[in-house]
């Protein structure tokens, strides 16, 4: 970006998405038997969707730990890039470079969670990425830039060394005629939470600090790890 300027990159980052959308067009859907029968409506799928969800002795704590570890994890989105080049000073390669690290690392979790979850279980393959991951925080809050970058790579290590085993948890305990009502209000949980994580995280980096709003947010996360640590999510395999 400082070598092409701003605009340019953003054109770049546009043509991903048009490439990324005619890519998802062109998948074929098998053709399905069509069955008639009643389609209950938005809010009554929602609502059956959270009651599958919470009904569940496994599920129940997970969501509620992914839930809270969600709202938690996005008070750091709109923080990190203000945090390296406002506090630390930090230029727009090193800033890619930051932003490199966790994306590759996240592809590196990706390879290595069936097999973690394979060797340590599901649930606890669950809770090391989700530990993983609300440790970032610290060492980003630690001001050291190599420990910034260190702290990069757990963000990224973790989200899919969590993302993966949890998912999978999901499709195991849940009927394949549910799957879309309880992953519908799975993300309505989760992801609804991220939007008022980022709003809490804006507040308290305003009326506290950046480093401190950091530190908050990987407290955050790790209450969301020890809901699931206590709780059957530990020995689920």
């Not at 969707?49 to 969501?63: C, H």
């Not at 203000?82 to 979790?109: C, F, H, I, K, N």
């Not at 990069?152 to 993966?164: E, H, I, P, R, T």
Request: aromatic fraction near 6%.
């Amino acid at each position: 970006m400082q070598a092409v300027s701003a605009p340019f990159a953003i054109a770049v980052d546009a043509v991903s998405y048009v490439g990324s959308a005619v890519a998802t067009y062109l998948i074929k859907e098998p053709p399905r038997e069509r069955q008639q029968r009643q389609t209950p409506g938005h809010t009554e799928r929602q609502s059956l969707g959270l009651k599958e969800l919470f009904a569940d002795p496994v599920l129940n704590p997970l969501v509620r730990s992914a839930t809270v570890a969600a709202i938690a994890g996005a008070m750091q989105g709109p923080l990190v890039v203000l945090y390296v080049v406002r506090d630390l000073g930090w230029s727009a390669v090193q800033l890619g470079v930051a932003v490199t690290t966790l994306g590759v690392a996240s592809v590196l979790g990706a390879l290595v969670a069936p097999v973690c979850s394979r060797r340590l279980g599901t649930g606890r393959a669950y809770l090391i990425g989700q530990s993983v991951a609300a440790c970032a925080g610290f060492a980003l809050a630690s001001t050291w830039w190599p420990f910034v970058f260190v702290g990069q790579a757990m963000a990224g290590l973790g989200l899919s060394l969590y993302g993966v085993p949890q998912r999978a948890l999901r499709q195991a305990r849940m009927p394949d005629h549910l799957l879309g009502r309880t992953t519908a209000a799975w993300r309505t949980l989760v992801i609804g939470g991220q939007t008022v994580g980022a709003l809490v995280g804006g507040l308290v980096g305003t009326v506290l600090d950046l480093r401190a709003a950091l530190v908050i947010s990987s407290l955050g996360m790790l209450a969301g790890v020890a809901l699931a640590y206590f709780s059957p999510v530990r020995s689920t395999r």
